[in-house]
């Protein structure tokens, strides 16, 4: 009997040991589940919390842009083959603009001369842009223009344009002042040699000090309205070609402008109405 009965109770060790390990294999089942589970939730807390964070910084960072704009009237030249040196969404002028009846309907001309040696003959147009008119007479009354950039230049065909007025040297820095609306603009987009045009951003509000002269025919996107046509060079830019544009751009942009390889300055501006 002692032998058959050390054999059941070495039986019923063995089935206690398994029952044991049985329970404890799904005790660890059951931790490593809930470690798992919470290591889960804890990550699905975390993405949240980084969404809603990255949600608030993209709003913020909008709200910022948009405050800045407003707050702004130029920023750096858009990456895009237009002259545009501004973002603007502004819907009416804004700053102390330049009244219109400055132009008082009447032919305006004068000289700008850039680094010293390039003089050009400009006509401004009173009648056709009287608040852009304006506003250019002003800023050459003021001397505003002395000593800022040409910081632009596209070498493209059928896009050969100079932009200059920019204070700061860098499509950036204006007269604290933006306006609109647009006036004089070309229905086909064409802005033949010799055009004298105000730059702006998408914004038809966001033109300000900063202008273009195409130094050959130059076509441009008139889909967001196209460009104040102000005045022309009547004089002046065979010099402007052979000294300036003639040497290309510096860097290049991903636009296909730059500035110019020839740094250009306005050294002199001088404006007059005809009588």
């Known amino acids: 009997m002692a032998p058959r009965n050390q054999g059941r109770d070495a039986r019923e060790a063995r089935d206690r040991l398994r029952l044991y390990q049985a329970r404890q294999g799904l005790h660890d089942r059951r931790r490593r589940r809930r470690r798992r589970d919470d290591l889960v939730a804890l990550v699905a807390l975390v993405v949240v919390a980084a969404l809603a964070t990255g949600s608030q910084l993209v709003h913020d960072e909008r709200t910022t842009a948009s405050a800045s704009a407003s707050a702004s009237a130029s920023a750096s ?17 804004t700053g102390n603009v330049p009244s219109a009846s400055i132009a008082k309907a009447s032919t305006w001309t004068g000289r700008l001369t850039l680094n010293k040696t390039v003089t050009l ?12 008119t304006s506003v250019l007479v002003d800023l050459i009354r003021k001397q505003f223009y002395d000593g800022t950039s040409c910081h632009r230049l596209s070498v493209t065909k059928g896009a050969q344009f100079i932009q200059c007025g920019s204070a700061n040297g860098d499509g950036t820095g204006d007269a604290g ?18 055009t004298i045009a105000m730059a702006r951003s998408s914004s038809q509000y966001s033109q300000n000090t900063q202008f273009l002269i195409t130094y ?27 000294t300036i544009t003639s040497k290309g751009i510096g860097t290049a942009g991903s636009d296909g402008t730059g500035a110019p390889k020839v740094p250009t300055t306005i050294t002199g501006a001088t404006i007059a109405i005809e009588r």
């Open 216 to 242: 050959g025919d130059t076509h441009l996107d008139g889909s967001t309205g196209g460009y104040t046509v102000v005045g022309k060079v009547t004089a002046g830019l065979p010099r402007l070609r052979k």
């Open 121 to 132: 003959d400009i006509e401004l147009d009173g009648k056709a842009a009287p608040q852009s």
């Open 77 to 93: 030249a858009s990456a895009t083959s237009t002259p545009t040196p501004s973002a603007s969404a502004t819907a009416a002028d």
């Open 177 to 194: 002042f933006e306006y609109g609306p647009l006036e004089n603009v070309p229905a086909d987009g064409d802005y033949p040699t010799g």
